[in-house]
């Protein structure tokens, strides 16, 4: 009986290990590569930062966009026939295209409307 018991705990602890590694096996463990912060000033004078970022394996490309404000949006990159396009497309779009950003967002109306349409990039934040 002690034999039985002892032997039925042994293969019951062995098929515990095997199967954690066995579902174990296979997975990518992501990280979030994210660079530099990014300055940019829009005619006006209104100062943005933004560091562009993706997932470890490629397969998500964001931007991290810090407003005039204080406000922070964190966008995914989305389809674009030019340049490259963040959105989250309810309320912020940030597109960057031949070395300048336009923000546009929605209108009390829920239509596109730029609100910046040539951030340059700064050196540094001023």
């Given amino acids: 009986m002690f034999k039985s018991r002892t032997a039925t705990l042994v293969i019951s602890i062995l098929t515990v290990c095997l199967c954690g590694c066995v579902t174990s096996l296979g997975k990518t463990v992501l990280t979030v590569e994210i660079g530099?912060?990014?300055?940019?000033?829009?005619d006006s004078g209104?100062?943005?930062?933004?560091?562009?970022?993706?997932?470890s394996d490629g397969s998500l490309h964001f931007v991290k966009v810090k407003m005039p404000d204080g406000r922070?949006?964190?966008?995914?990159?989305?389809?674009?026939?030019?340049?490259?396009?963040?959105?989250?497309?309810?309320e912020f779009v940030w597109w960057t295209h031949q070395g300048t950003v336009r923000v546009d967002v929605r209108d009390a109306?829920?239509?596109?409307?730029?609100?910046?349409?040539?951030?340059?990039?700064?050196?540094e934040k001023k």
Wanted: proline share 4%.
């Fill in 36 to 42: 530099q912060p990014v300055y940019y000033k829009s």
């Fill in 46 to 55: 209104d100062q943005f930062m933004a560091r562009y970022g993706s997932l």
């Fill in 72 to 90: 922070e949006y964190t966008l995914p990159q989305v389809v674009s026939a030019s340049g490259v396009r963040y959105t989250d497309e309810r």
């Fill in 109 to 123: 109306d829920g239509k596109w409307k730029t609100k910046y349409s040539e951030l340059k990039e700064v050196q």
